[in-house]
């Protein structure tokens, strides 16, 4: 059973909440899977707490693993990593992420990793997240959002996972705000554009409630097309 990387075509598309959702739809069928964010950023009310995401990740997917292999690296500033690594003054080692890695997947059946950004945020000055899925050699899927400028994200997310010949399953469309394009006509859009798959639309929710939208996530697709076996 292979693990999956979860990337975006930009920032704030609903990456964690997708995620989340795949993770908690295969623990339901007795699925063990394990989670991972190499890389989180952003304020934290204590040096001995979580980060948002990493809460929302370890809550869903049940997971007892320590901290250090599900989020290795932590940055409290909202900057990329290779950003925040020289303003902090603290190195990042890929090693140390692809050995928790591969040490999460000694754990469990499959592990689902959550990126930070999209696939050319810089995590050190000549390697990005793009080189990250490359290297632990997992499938991909991406997260776009429904905004006007979509379109033209999403093309050139599916151009650099071609270049990099990273094995792209294919796209959700996550709508976290109200306007942009109608779902149907973005979802058409990209399958003809891309020739990849577009596994759902997720319409915005006005009044959002993590736990409905994850609940409610299997009622917009089958997590078996996801290419999960036994599911």
Known sequence: MRSIFVTGTDTHVGKTCVTASIVKSLRDVDIDV???????????????????????????SNSNDPIDLVNPYYFEIPTSPYDASKLLRKEINIQNIIDAYEKLLSYHDLVIVEGIGGLMTPLTQDYFVSNLISEL???????????????????????????????????????????????????????????????????????????????????????????????
């Open 34 to 60: 394990g989670v991972m964010k190499p890389f989180a950023s952003g304020y934290k009310k204590n040096s001995n707490s979580l980060s948002q995401d990493i809460k929302i990740l370890m809550k869903y």
């Open 137 to 231: 050699n997992i499938d991909t899927i991406v997260v776009s959002g429904s905004k006007i400028g979509t379109v033209n994200h999403t093309l050139l997310t599916n151009e650099h996972c071609k270049q990099l010949g990273l094995k792209l399953k294919g796209f959700v469309i996550n709508q976290t705000e109200p306007g942009g394009y109608e779902l149907s006509n973005l979802k058409q859009q990209i399958q003809e554009l891309t020739n990849q798959t577009v596994y759902c639309t997720i319409p915005y929710y006005e009044h959002f409630d993590l736990d409905l939208y994850i609940n409610n996530f299997t009622n917009f697709v089958n997590i078996s097309k996801f290419g999960f076996k036994d599911v």
